[in-house]
């Protein structure tokens, strides 16, 4: 079971910056292939980013290319996301998630606002 905390939302400005942090709970941190995901109002929920255990391989959605920044460091137990050149449509729900393969995650947090105003 791994147990994952999301922190660091909020509101901002467009053009603003954000970062997001998600803590997990367990020893074996370095196994899983960590993703960032969001919902908007009315939307479904999409993946921004992921990478692999040994931040080897990274993934964002087009969207975002450019803009976030996925990173983690295995000895915290952390992953983060770097958000810059926030725009509106970036506002969601933010959500870390943990899983053994890659595009497959099998934990969730409860997830973190994010609103980026005009």
């Known amino acids: 079971q791994v147990q994952l905390v999301e922190s660091g939302g909020g509101l901002v400005q467009a053009g603003g910056s954000l970062r997001l942090s998600c803590s997990a709970s367990?020893?074996?941190?370095?196994?899983?292939?960590m993703g960032w995901f969001r919902q908007a109002p009315g939307k479904e929920r999409e993946i921004v980013a992921q990478i692999t255990g040994n931040s080897g391989s990274l993934y964002y959605r087009d969207s975002v290319k450019g803009r976030f920044t996925i990173s983690r460091v295995n000895a915290k137990n952390s992953v983060y996301l770097q958000m810059d050149n926030l725009k509106p449509e970036d506002t969601a729900v933010y959500f870390c998630?943990?899983?053994?393969?890659?595009?497959?995650?099998?934990?969730w947090g409860r997830g973190t606002q994010v609103t980026v105003s005009s």
């Open positions: 367990g020893r074996t941190f370095s196994r899983y292939v």
């Open positions: 998630a943990a899983g053994l393969r890659w595009g497959d995650f099998d934990y």
